[in-house]
Each structure stands twice: as C-alpha cells, then as structure tokens.
C-alpha cells in the first residue's frame, strides 16, 4: 500500500502528469520539454529525476544530451493511468513544426 499511495501521489501533480503525456507519444529530450512546458531546466529536472527515482520513466544518455521514455516495465495500476492522460500528440507536432533551433539536434554543414 505504501508503494502504491507514493506512486499514486508523484503522478497526481499536474506537470507530471503533463510530461507523462508527452513521453507516452515519444521519447523526448529535456530541453523539449523546458520549450513545450515553458518551464525552467532545473524546474523540469527535478520532476524528471522525481519520476526516474519511482521507475516510472527511463532515461538514456548521448553525449551531454539526456533523453526520457517512459518505463515499459510499469506496476500493473500506473497503466491505465499513463493510459488515460489526454493525448499531447497534436501539441508535441505543433511544437515539432514550429522549433527553429532544437538544442538536441546537430546538424551537419555539407559543401
């Protein structure tokens, strides 16, 4: 019970909730995060870190780049949950259109 009320109360606040929705379209990268919330760097890691520490996301370094998916091993109740967050796909392909400059994205000169 004590595992279940501690996940239950990590994924009830609003920016968690927000970033789960966006993970469960696509792995994502902090600093897309930091544009599609408009939050702080250090604002969006803490929530990231909170939801790494619980298992309920996973994250993958390249480079000096960090990149969050959610866990493809969550507990049996977090499911439905991750399930029912409205879909964030149409604000993800909006954000996607509009970035001009992506700090995650290198791209190569060609002559």
Known sequence: MEKMSSFLKLVGDKTRLTILGYLKEKELCVCDLVDLLDMSQPGISQHLKKLRVAG??????????AYFRLNPELAPYLTPIIDAIP???????KYEASRQNNCCVVEVETR
């Open 56 to 65: 309920i996301i996973q994250e993958r370094r390249e480079g000096t780049w």
């Open 87 to 93: 879909s964030q796909a149409a604000s993800l392909k």
